[in-house]
Structures are given as C-alpha cells and as structure tokens.
C-alpha cells in the first residue's frame, strides 16, 4: 500500500492530556447542542422544526436571486430555496416560525404569480410538517443515534473484548457529538440528511478504530514485556501511515462535494468532511488512550491481552 509518512515513532500517548482536553471541549460543544436542539433553540431544518416545502416547475428558467428577492418583498425572507437548474424548477422551505395567516404554501404560489405572471408554473410537490411531527422525528433522531451506539459495544465486544467495545463507543460518541457542536456554533442547519451524516461517520470512525485496535490488539499479545504505553504507541505508528491514506482519499471526495455540490449537499458533505477528520483524530488521540486508561490499571490490559 502507498504510504504518506512511512515508518514513524510517534509519543501519541504522551500527548493524550492535551488531546483529552480539546475533546472535553469538543464534547462539551456537543453537549450544549444537544441541549439547544432538545428544547427547539437551535437552527433546526422543517424536519424538525416543522414548515413548509413547496416545489414548483416553471415553463421558463427563473434566476434564485430574483425568486428571493420576490419572496423577501412579500414577508418571506427567511424562505429557503433550491435551484434544479435543468429541469426549470425551485424548491422553497419555509419553517413554522415564519407568521402568516394563510397556508405558506398558497402563499408562495401567490407570490410567483404575482411577480411573475409571465412564466407560468405548476406545483411538482407541496408537504407540510407540524411542529409535533418534528418533535416525533427528532426523538426517533436520537434514538437511531443510541442504537447505532448499542450495536457499535455489542460488536466491538464480541470482535474483541468489552473494554475495546466501551472505548470505541466513546470515541464514536465524541465523533458525532465534536461534529453536533461545530454545526451548533456556526450556526448550521440541523436536518434530517446531517442525522444521516452523523450515523454514517460513525460507521466510518468505527472502522478505522477497528484497524488501530486489532494492531493494537496483536502486539499486546506478542510484546507483553514491553510498557503499555509503547505497546498502544508502536500499534497506532504501525497503521498510522494506513489509516491517514484511507482518510485521505475520502476527504478528496467530500472537498468537491462541499465546494460545489450545492444547498442540498453541501451541509450534508460538510457533516461527513468534519466527521472523517474527527474520527481519524478520534481512533489516536481517543480511543487508544482510554484502553491506556481502563479501570484496573494497565497491568490487567496486559493480563487479559
């Protein structure tokens, strides 16, 4: 396999305080988030929030600057919406917060009659979401969230032994909180494809991690002469060159998506960009550490070894 940094020495449990202090940070972010999201404080999409998405197909192309302009003039400002070049059609969300009296939707196919009488339209699709279905949607949100941590303990388990599991867990934990956190503090909108983003960084984290613990696994078991730190620092350094390769090439993928993969994508891949990054810095900094850490000593790692 190519490798970036070859063979390397690196003292990553040396720095585990440092690390361990900028993931308390991270999670605490996360936390505050979590928080925010659970009493509707935070910047949540219709899915959770409720409103309206109205999508319309008109007979001649219509520039989006010009459409947000229209629905600006018409009390509509905060009206979100998606361009399909191709197909001549827009996609515009509205959350519940906006006031009006009358349906939204009949509110914004009033408006692009108004504004635009000559380019006729009609209405591809048109959902509404009330507020307590969003409430449902966020609760099965979180409960998809802490299933997909009961399965990720369960199979670390039995792939290897609970403190593994319970250490992954925590790394993965850290992953999807570290990523809820930054999308809290720049003010990101927080929808159903970011929840699917955050469940599928954490199988990426968990798969790397996977990697550096079966190393780490295999060298406690021929090197038990050695101190434990080394042991976890000569695994880590043996599949470092591995896993920044693997990250690497997901990462080249995700930058073209963020750059120009438009309103729809954009969050989505922003999720999976910062998740990749937190989840390889996770598997090093996280993960391996807490096994240096595990409740009885280092000692008891090596015995069970």
Known sequence: MFEILGKTNIDFMGKRRIAFMFSGIMVLL?????????????????????????????????????????????????????????????????????????????????????????????????????????????????????????GIVMYIAARFELRFGVAAALATFHDVLAVLGAFYVLDKEITLLVVTALLTLAGYSLTDTVVVFDRIRENLRFRRRDDIATVINNGINQVLSRTIVTSLTVVLVLIPLVLTGGEVLHDFSLALLWGVIFGTYSSVFVASPLLLIWPGGPGRLLKRA
């Open 30 to 150: 996360g936390l505050v988030a979590v928080i925010q999201i659970g009493r509707g404080a935070a910047n949540l999409g219709i899915d959770f929030a409720g409103g309206t998405a109205v999508q319309l197909k008109f007979d001649q192309p219509i520039r989006i600057d010009q459409a947000r302009k229209a629905l600006e003039a018409h009390g509509l400002g905060d009206a979100e919406l998606q361009e399909f070049v191709q197909e001549n059609k827009l996609l515009i969300r509205v959350k519940t917060s906006t006031t009006i009296e009358e349906k939204v939707a009949e509110r914004v196919m009033t408006v692009f009659s108004q504004e635009f009488p000559a380019n006729r339209f009609v209405v591809d699709s048109s959902t509404e979401i009330g507020p307590t279905v969003g409430k449902k949607l966020q609760q099965d949100a979180l409960i998809a969230i802490l299933i997909s941590f009961a």
